[in-house]
């Protein structure tokens, strides 16, 4: 039962640095979702995708690309890594979009500096 | 706008003691109201889905209910092991796939 499953738990990065969050389910689910949560404000979400080739922009993308070419996979990349991206990133993904409960993954604490 | 807001922001209670948790929002129109339960370190995990005002929901010593504008969460006699965050969200039927998160109740529950 893996369920949602997140690499890596932790990660500092430099200012101006890439790096790409890995995200995989194994429950078949069309959506998938990328949230950061951070003290006091709540999950926000920042992509999501309805399904494999299908992605769109949540509330707070700016800095984070996203790709979606496999029903399992929906990586997060933060290209040029700003101070302002440190946060818990959590990776939820739902059986189809209405009414269905968010699986989440643990989530990758990350660190820029 | 679409909107979720919990109450309180912390809660202790001792062993035993009773109390309900706050999620009221206000969005166009109601898909679903969802409750999770967060420990730290982890992701949150899901309790109950609530669709129309009226509707309760159990799991041991958790009750949610629904009203037009908020939700509770009640605990029951709860334990030490019930200490958690926990987050309301709904889902709008208007928009898009999108889950709107309260910023959670964080629970201490002191033996």
């Known amino acids: 039962n893996a369920g949602v499953t997140q690499t890596p738990k932790f990660r500092i990065l430099k200012i101006g640095q890439s790096m790409t969050l890995q995200c995989a389910q194994d429950?078949?689910?069309?959506?998938m979702y990328w949230y950061r949560q951070d003290p006091g404000m709540g999950l926000k979400l920042i992509y999501y995708?309805?399904?494999?080739?299908?992605?769109d922009k949540g509330e707070v993308p700016n800095g984070y690309n996203v790709s979606r070419s496999t029903t399992e996979d929906f990586p997060l990349r933060l290209e040029l890594a700003a101070p302002s991206q440190t946060s818990v990133y959590f990776c939820?993904?739902?059986?189809?979009?209405?009414?269905?409960?968010?699986?989440f993954g643990n989530g990758t604490r990350l660190t820029v500096t | 706008e679409d909107q979720v807001t919990q109450s309180p922001e912390a809660l202790r209670l001792q062993e035993g003691e009773s109390s309900s948790l706050n999620c009221s929002y206000t969005?166009?129109?109601?898909?679903?109201l969802f409750w999770y339960r967060q420990d730290p370190g982890k992701g949150p995990e899901f309790l109950f889905t609530?669709?129309?005002a009226g509707e309760e929901k159990e799991k041991e010593r958790l009750k949610a209910t629904l009203t037009k504008k908020e939700s509770f969460l009640h605990i029951t006699a709860p334990k030490p092991e019930d200490s958690a965050t926990y987050l309301c969200?709904?889902?709008?039927?208007?928009?898009?796939?999108?889950?709107?998160f309260g910023t959670g109740t964080r629970l201490k529950v002191l033996a």
């Open positions: 969200a709904v889902q709008a039927t208007s928009g898009t796939y999108k889950y709107i």
């Open positions: 609530l669709y129309s």
């Open positions: 969005v166009s129109g109601l898909r679903g």
């Open positions: 995708s309805v399904g494999a080739g299908i992605t």
């Open positions: 429950m078949n689910h069309n959506y």
């Open positions: 939820a993904s739902s059986l189809d979009g209405y009414n269905s409960p968010l699986h």
